[in-house]
């Protein structure tokens, strides 16, 4: 029995679908592409802007202005480390800023060198253990000061003009003072 045109037809078309998807010819097998290299991953670093911010954020508070400030940036994380900042304030001042990293994840503390002192209620303190005869004009002024260091500010004492010395004695904010 001879195929039919319909066998035949079909017969063909198959094999020639079968030779088209089949690989007559050897070809060079495909690699995949090479891994990609490891993304280094750039180590974690204190942000000197963040703490620049938190300084000014703090003695702005305390009414402290300053003009400028410089802290490192791009210092590795490491608990425990410890570096400087450097500002300048309103008056002028140089100012230190010690900053300690409190832990392993970029958390820190920092503590200005100095105190914030407001000659007014220093003034007015000395005029409350003198009693109502005297009356300090120390300027509505906040200021840092060190240990040791000294302001002064006139004195009306009995109507008679004066000067009054104040010096910060201790962190602790004690002052001494006397009337020149």
Known sequence: MEPSLKQTCATSLA???????????????????PPAPAAETAPKVVSGKKIEASVRLGLGA???????????????????????????DQDDKALTFHVVQADNTGDVT???EGMIVDQTKIGDSIESKVGHAADVQCPAKIVIMKIGEAFT?????????????????NENGDVSWTTL
């Not at 094999?15 to 592409?33: F, M, T, Y």
Request: aromatic share 4%; glycine share 10%; hydrophobic share 40%.
């Open 110 to 112: 920092w503590k200005m």
């Open 153 to 169: 500010c006139p004195v009306l004492i009995e109507g008679k003009t004066r000067s009054v010395r104040m010096v910060l004695m």
């Open 62 to 88: 305390k009414g402290v202005t300053l003009k400028s400030l410089s802290c490192p940036d791009g210092r590795p994380i490491k608990s425990g480390d410890t570096f400087d900042c450097a500002g300048v």
């Open 15 to 33: 094999l020639l679908a079968i030779a088209a998807c089949g690989n007559p010819e050897p070809r060079p097998a495909v690699s995949p592409p």
